[in-house]
């Protein structure tokens, strides 16, 4: 097997190379693949390109994506209950996703945009109580 040197990210058909594999594995996982199956029903048809707008604005600064992923992982955490234990699982999944297939400074930078991502959800679902939702 030849050793070659991984590249970064640097378009958009990266990151839908990335977020393709990525959700390959979620939806296989143990742990949270359930949650995107069975409980969200996910659309992947829609749900996929509004993740590639996602990261791509958060790596590019695309302004592609204008939803709000906060008030849907809260609503979610009312189907299921999300744990510390499922974020940890997503952010390891995604880390070693990016691993696999890139490096450089926008391959770091996602992982660190993921882990500051997920620490916020958890902060905000784990605290906010029910009829703030609305």
Do not use: C
């Amino acid at each position: 097997m030849k050793n070659f040197m991984k590249r970064d990210i640097k378009n958009r058909k990266d990151i839908e190379h990335l977020i393709n594999l990525f959700y390959d594995k979620v939806k296989k996982d143990e742990l949270i693949g359930f949650i995107f199956n069975d409980v969200a029903k996910v659309n992947w048809e829609k749900h996929l390109p509004v993740m590639y707008d996602f990261w791509e604005n958060v790596i590019f600064s695309t302004g592609n994506y204008t939803g709000n992923p906060m008030i849907v992982h809260l609503q979610l955490h009312q189907h299921v209950p999300l744990t510390k234990k499922h974020f940890d699982q997503w952010l390891k999944l995604f880390a070693e996703t990016v691993d696999e297939l890139f490096q450089g400074n926008n391959a770091t930078l996602i992982k660190e945009r993921a882990l500051s991502i997920a620490t916020i959800m958890q902060s905000k679902i784990f605290t906010v109580s029910p009829g703030e939702m609305t």
